[in-house]
């Protein structure tokens, strides 16, 4: 019985701090039953308000839950009132109605939408997930006085701050149901003011359900911090994560899809399976170099042209380019940071190159002799399988292997094989060296670059299929000490045709 008043109390509580936040604190003289939303609000619609009818629909399976510790058993309240969780033992408001202004229907463009003339009634759908809170009244009334002020970034950080985190929470919600950017964004700003790993999973929970602009983002900070906690991301660069990864203790994976978050009281349970459209939509934006082209192209790779001073033969590190030729747009930078090491490949300049980072795309691996290289993708090593849940990252994929002759007498020009990954039908392809032919009369080897090579050079070869030495499925040619033409057809990718390049311009110690 204490426990029931003691809930009933603290729901007051919060009611009246929510009231208070809304409409200002009451006066002196007046009763605190009096609420000013009361006074505000009719029965139904009318010449001033409209009401607005909320229909919610739950998936069954869970998305999130919060659990008593086995050692905790006085903390009920503290789960009954979490700010993102709701329990499903507790039961879901699935429809109720809330009233807004007449002159908001106008304005804000779903209420547009929804608005029944002959009924005179908005009719708004939710969809929910089993665990995350659905928005509430407060929630919708918080975010119609949000609306009425948001041109005024003083006055919304002001009516923000007022609230719990609880509230704000509810105007995130709002945000993303309403396709408010100004709302997310100043709720997200507010929300990550002290951020903790609770607080980063709760926000994964709210933006990547309801799809806010802000997910993809909460998707790759969940991943920095896996990589990290792993440890193979050794350094975290977004400040978001500065403090919250300093206290990775709390973190539990429990395979095949499960995050918890540990706290002194209660764990935070997490089914990955619902960042399965996030997981596609990651892959499909990489989608562009991984595979394999449209049709026939020209690029060209350079080295070290960020440091023009740099010859041919200069120190490392290497950084590589390749750019499209038809318009300049640069695609992949690749990194060497010293003789013999591997090639990291990356889909943006970075202030500071490092594996496994936001824009870290794969790696060319490769033997002490220079001989075998493998190209992988930016997946984490297999050792590390149980340590990730499913949807966020993937094992790594070997998407090629390169094999070249030994020729330390450089008496010949170098061939090499390659069998690559064609991402599209899953199936492993082979492209061998095209042999050029002697000329006795010149004393060198001879072929036909089609005016796509200007310095003779070991680096420049073409590629074909064996058994079809018509059709030039890669071409390779030095213009330049530093810069080189790449040209390809499908199925090669933008990634594996760059790492070709890349490991051909590179120094091998049994290859000349």
């Known amino acids: 019985m204490k426990q029931q008043i003691d809930l009933k109390l603290l729901q007051q509580q919060r009611e009246e701090r929510f009231q208070k936040s809304l409409f200002g604190a009451p006066q002196v003289d007046q009763q605190i039953e009096d609420k000013p939303a009361n006074s505000k609000v009719p029965q139904l619609s009318n010449e001033n308000f409209v009401q607005i009818y909320v229909k919610c629909t739950i998936t069954p399976e869970f998305v999130a839950q919060k659990e008593l510790r086995d050692d905790n058993v006085d903390n009920e309240i503290d789960i009954v009132f979490d700010d993102v969780i709701e329990n499903e033992e507790l039961g879901m408001k699935k429809e109720y109605n809330v009233f807004v202004e007449r002159q908001l229907v106008q304005q804000i463009k779903l209420l547009k939408q929804n608005y029944i003339e002959k009924q005179d009634l908005i009719k708004m759908p939710v969809c929910g997930s089993n665990g995350i809170r659905l928005p509430e009244e407060q929630d919708l009334l918080l975010y119609f006085e949000f609306f009425k002020i948001r041109e005024n970034q003083t006055e919304c950080q002001l009516l923000i701050q007022q609230q719990d985190l609880k509230n704000q929470y509810g105007l995130l919600i709002c945000g993303c149901l309403f396709n408010d950017e100004i709302a997310q964004d100043l709720a997200f700003k507010f929300l990550t003011k002290k951020p903790t790993l609770e607080i980063i999973m709760k926000l994964l929970l709210v933006t990547v359900h309801y799809e806010s602009k802000y997910q993809m983002y909460m998707y790759k900070l969940v991943k920095q911090i896996l990589y990290y906690y792993n440890g193979i991301l050794k350094e975290i660069t977004d400040p978001l994560l500065t403090e919250v990864v300093q206290n990775l203790k709390q973190l539990q994976i429990e395979k095949p899809n499960i995050i918890r978050v540990n706290n002194k009281n209660f764990s935070l349970k997490i089914n990955t399976t619902f960042l399965y459209p996030l997981y596609k939509q990651y892959e499909k934006d990489r989608g562009q170099v991984f595979k394999p082209i449209n049709e026939y192209t020209q690029f060209s790779v350079l080295r070290n042209a960020d440091i023009p001073d740099q010859t041919e033969e200069s120190e490392y590190p290497h950084i590589y380019i390749i750019k499209k030729q038809s318009d300049q747009q640069q695609y992949l930078y ?167 390049s890349m490991v051909s311009i590179s120094s091998k110690a049994l290859v000349s």
């Open 334 to 500: 690749g990194i060497q940071l010293e003789a013999h090491a591997e090639i990291h490949i990356y889909d943006n300049k970075c202030e500071k190159y490092q594996k496994y980072n936001d824009s870290y795309l794969g790696c060319v691996e490769r033997n002490i002799w220079g001989t075998s290289m493998v190209v992988y993708d930016d997946g984490y090593p297999e050792s590390l399988q149980s340590q990730f849940p499913d949807w966020i990252g993937q094992k790594r994929r070997r998407l090629m292997k390169i094999e070249y002759e030994t020729n330390i007498m450089a008496n010949e020009p170098r061939y090499f094989d390659t069998v690559f990954l064609n991402l599209d039908t899953k199936s492993w392809e082979e492209l061998i060296t095209l042999r050029p032919h002697y000329n006795q009369e010149k004393d060198c080897y001879q072929l036909n670059f089609f005016g796509r090579a200007k310095i003779a050079s070991a680096r420049n070869f073409q590629l074909i299929k064996a058994g079809d030495d018509k059709t030039i499925q890669l071409l390779h040619g030095k213009m330049e000490p530093n810069s080189f033409n790449l040209d390809f057809r499908p199925p090669l990718s933008i990634l594996q045709a760059f790492a070709i």
